[in-house]
Every structure is written in structure tokens, then in C-alpha cells.
Nanobody, 120 residues
Framework: QVQLVESGGGLVQPGGSLRLSCAAS????????MGWYRQAPGKEREWVAR???????NYADSVKGRFTISRDNVKNTVYLQMISLTPEDTAVYYC??????????????WGQGTQVTVSS
């Protein structure tokens, strides 16, 4: 199996910064695109950022210019550096990976989520 474990969430004041990490482990041959999503109470899950295996990135308009996605292909880890946080960024953040498996095939995997709360 493949597991994605997120870390780095917590409580931060408006204007503050957080860096989220998501490490993939298991029967991984390689990982194609990785990304971050978020979901606030009462809202649908929102795509935040995506990064390809080659490092090409895309961002939702709501976070563009404030969030930076990056990855370490050796560690199978994706990061989300968040700055200038506002209360509207409060959500559970989930990482996603498109994984090629050692035994063949390809599948999508999700992390368990990490809570980010932006509040005074």
C-alpha cells in the first residue's frame, strides 16, 4: 500500500506563515503529479496547488502569490509554503499524489489531512 502523511499544520495569526509537508511511502515506483487541496467546514473541497514530476506548478487564484508548492523526488515529499495567511485560509489541507506502483499500474492517493487555523 501507499501512505501519504501530512504534517506542519497548526494555529497561526493572520499574516503569519506555515509550511506543510506530505511524505509518501510504500510500494512506490515513481510519483507523477502531486498537489494540495483544502476543505473548510460547510464548503466543498478546493484545489490549491499542483506540481508535476518535472517541477511545473499551478495555483488556484485564491492562493497565487502567497503559496508555493515544491517537491523532493528523492524523499517522495511535497511541500506547501504558505505566507500572508488570512482567516479564509482556515481549512483541513490534504495532499494528493498520482502514484505509479512497483507491481504495475497507477493510482491516486490522499493524505489524512492537517488542520490549518488562521485566527487572532
Amino acid at each position: 500500500q501507499v501512505q501519504l502523511v501530512e504534517s506542519g499544520g497548526g494555529l497561526v495569526q493572520p499574516g503569519g506563515s506555515l509550511r506543510l509537508s506530505c511524505a509518501a511511502s510504500g510500494s512506490i515506483f515513481s510519483i507523477n503529479a502531486m498537489g494540495w487541496y483544502r476543505q473548510a467546514p460547510g464548503k466543498e473541497r478546493e484545489w490549491v496547488a499542483r506540481i508535476t514530476s518535472g517541477g511545473n506548478t499551478n495555483y488556484a487564484d485564491s492562493v497565487k502569490g502567497r503559496f508555493t508548492i515544491s517537491r523532493d523526488n528523492v524523499k517522495n515529499t511535497v511541500y506547501l509554503q504558505m505566507i500572508s495567511l488570512t482567516p479564509e485560509d482556515t481549512a483541513v489541507y490534504y495532499c494528493h499524489a498520482d502514484v505509479k506502483l512497483h507491481f504495475g499500474g497507477q493510482s491516486d492517493y490522499w493524505g489524512q489531512g492537517t488542520q490549518v487555523t488562521v485566527s487572532s
